[in-house]
């Protein structure tokens, strides 16, 4: 045998080793690594790769780009005995920028009879080089308009306290800032702080014009987006009659008035600066309540014209049971005792006639422990299933566990107005959480004529309401001892207006609160 023939035989022999004796393909190693890069897993990457790494420069990649996803496409392999190198095409998309798109090149090469990962930093990206790092250069756009209903700008500073707290402030983005962000943020840039500037912070700033550096190269340049304005439902009029209506009140006093027809929140007020008690505010309802167990008691088969009786006293469950200045009416109907607020009437009522599960079905059907998504933070009403008679006894008219915000209980007048409960909302593009609510059939109207009772001949007779009015007035006692404090409430609509305000200890919802809102009423 020539010299030359047993040279071709070894060269042979030497390729079939390689194909018998190495476990794997190049392509299935490969794709494992791309799988596990795309998956930020970098402990399964370094499981593929021919020698240890620290994967340093894919850490400063995702770091320094803000990479939310990645998405790893390998082409065909192309294999030289013990190397092999696949072609990819990466997409990475950059958390506030876009997408960004190049091509690389997976080395691999045999290591103890497996195909590995012959890694080195243009395993990332073909540019990169040992110690060279990955950064963004940005120019933001001019950040986008928040606006009331009209389309006039509430974002200037120059609104009343009430609408500012609303809106939010910008502020000087902190470390906690940009890593929460994105890398295309710097500390010290302006950023959205509270309310919707900061609910909205990614539609308003929109997306900035962006250069991918790598050391002193400039790999791609992004264009950037317009941010987009927010239009809230805030109509001014309204928000102008309601502040107004609470600027003079000694005490903490705050105010919501809602569209019935569409939830849309029409004003926001706080006389207080700070806690925004009308959105956030965790008060006993008190006797505002009553209109709740009412929708309860008519789809129950109570007419407005049955006859109930007011005692001055009852119990039930052991509680004992009276009402306000300790009135008592005897023998009056349903319509009445409800315009007069009688909780002697409401408590047994309720254990006789609703009981624990349906009560609780009622508060829910008109907002009560359902998710707010409004576009600022707000507190849900909330409303425990009674565990005995007695404190199913004292939710009749509002009290024991029961809490709720003016937002909250403007929500529950705008579901009597219009029929239909709404998840209220300040900003109309967002998604709601909860699902709109009928009320059950021939409540709406039976309500109406109760609620405007208590306007024309109830407790609210001398506030001073106008013609067409309906409500509901609540003294709603809180804190412990032997006489307690109360908080006055008044909740209502006329036309196409809901609204509820509360006064903070302020006593009788008649004589307290109801004249704030009839202050409201002649305003708009």
């Known amino acids: 045998?020539?010299?030359?023939?047993?040279?071709?035989?070894?060269?042979?022999?030497?390729?079939?080793?390689?194909?018998?004796?190495?476990?794997?393909?190049?392509?299935?190693?490969?794709?494992?690594?791309?799988?596990?890069?795309?998956?930020?897993?970098?402990?399964?990457?370094?499981?593929?790769?021919?020698?240890?790494?620290?994967?340093?420069?894919?850490?400063?990649?995702?770091?320094?780009?803000?990479?939310?996803?990645?998405?790893?496409?390998?082409?065909?392999?192309?294999?030289?005995?013990?190397?092999?190198?696949?072609?990819?095409?990466?997409?990475?998309n950059l958390k506030n920028i876009g997408e960004w798109t190049y091509q690389g090149t997976i080395d691999l090469v045999v290591a103890d009879r497996t195909w590995k990962v012959d890694w080195k930093p243009a395993t990332l990206h073909p540019s990169m080089t040992e110690g060279a790092a990955f950064s963004l250069k940005t120019k933001w756009p001019q950040r986008a308009e928040i606006t009331d209903a009209d389309g006039e700008r509430i974002d200037t500073g120059t609104?009343?306290?009430?609408?500012?707290?609303?809106?939010?402030?910008?502020?000087?983005?902190?470390?906690?800032?940009?890593?929460?962000?994105?890398?295309?943020?710097?500390?010290?840039?302006?950023?959205?702080?509270?309310?919707?500037?900061?609910?909205?912070?990614?539609?308003?700033?929109?997306?900035?014009?962006?250069?991918?550096?790598?050391?002193?190269?400039?790999?791609?340049?992004?264009?950037?987006?317009?941010?987009?304005?927010?239009?809230?439902?805030?109509?001014?009029?309204?928000?102008?009659?309601?502040?107004?209506?609470?600027?003079?009140?000694?005490?903490?006093?705050?105010?919501?008035?809602?569209?019935?027809?569409?939830?849309?929140?029409?004003?926001v007020v706080n006389n207080v600066g700070g806690f925004n008690r009308a959105l956030d505010g965790r008060y006993p309802p008190g006797s505002t309540f009553k209109a709740v167990t009412a929708i309860g008691l008519l789809a129950a088969g109570v007419s407005p014209q049955d006859t109930v009786t007011c005692p001055k006293n009852v119990?039930?469950?052991?509680?004992?049971?009276?009402?306000?200045?300790?009135?008592?009416?005897?023998?009056?109907?349903?319509?009445?005792s409800f315009a007069h607020s009688c909780n002697t009437t409401f408590a047994p009522l309720a254990e006789s006639k609703l009981g624990a599960d349906k009560l609780l079905d009622v508060a829910e059907e008109?907002?009560?422990?359902?998710?707010?998504?409004?576009?600022?933070?707000?507190?849900?009403?909330?409303?425990?299933?009674?565990?005995?008679?007695?404190?199913?006894?004292?939710?009749?008219?509002?009290?024991?566990?029961?809490?709720?915000?003016?937002?909250?209980?403007?929500?529950?007048?705008?579901?009597?107005?219009?029929?239909?409960?709404?998840?209220?909302?300040?900003?109309?593009?967002?998604?709601?959480?909860?699902?709109?609510?009928a009320l059950p059939d021939g409540v709406k109207s039976a309500l109406h004529t109760m609620m405007a009772a208590v306007v024309t001949k109830g407790t609210a007779k001398s506030a001073g309401l106008p013609a067409g009015t309906h409500g509901k007035t609540g003294t709603a006692e809180y804190g412990t001892g032997e006489k307690l404090n109360s908080h006055a409430w008044f909740m209502g609509f006329k036309g196409d207006v809901a609204f509820a305000v509360v006064v903070e200890g302020g006593g009788g919802g008649g004589a307290v609160a109801a004249p704030v809102a009839a202050t409201f009423l002649k305003n708009l």
């Open 159 to 267: 609104v009343g306290g009430s609408v500012q707290q609303l809106v939010g402030f910008l502020d000087k983005a902190t470390k906690k800032d940009v890593s929460k962000l994105g890398s295309s943020y710097k500390v010290g840039q302006a950023v959205g702080r509270g309310g919707l500037q900061e609910t909205f912070q990614e539609q308003l700033a929109g997306t900035p014009a962006t250069e991918i550096r790598l050391g002193d190269e400039t790999l791609e340049t992004i264009e950037g987006t317009e941010g987009e304005p927010i239009q809230t439902t805030l109509d001014p009029r309204t928000q102008a009659a309601a502040v107004t209506a609470v600027k003079d009140m000694k005490k903490p006093t705050s105010m919501v008035a809602i569209k019935p027809s569409s939830g849309e929140i029409l004003a």
């Open 315 to 336: 119990n039930v469950g052991g509680l004992p049971i009276r009402n306000s200045d300790e009135e008592s009416f005897g023998s009056i109907s349903f319509l009445d």
């Open 1 to 92: 045998m020539s010299v030359a023939t047993v040279l071709a035989v070894g060269a042979a022999a030497g390729g079939a080793y390689w194909v018998l004796h190495t476990r794997g393909t190049p392509a299935e190693t490969a794709q494992r690594f791309a799988v596990a890069w795309q998956a930020g897993d970098k402990t399964r990457m370094a499981a593929e790769l021919a020698r240890p790494a620290q994967l340093t420069a894919y850490d400063q990649q995702r770091t320094a780009l803000a990479v939310e996803s990645a998405a790893v496409k390998l082409g065909r392999v192309t294999e030289r005995d013990d190397r092999a190198s696949v072609p990819y095409t990466a997409t990475l």
């Open 366 to 437: 008109v907002g009560f422990n359902q998710p707010l998504n409004i576009g600022v933070p707000a507190t849900k009403a909330s409303f425990p299933r009674a565990e005995s008679d007695a404190e199913l006894a004292a939710e009749s008219f509002g009290q024991a566990r029961i809490t709720a915000s003016p937002l909250s209980m403007a929500s529950v007048a705008a579901a009597i107005a219009d029929g239909t409960w709404r998840p209220p909302t300040l900003v109309p593009s967002i998604k709601q959480k909860a699902k709109e609510r």
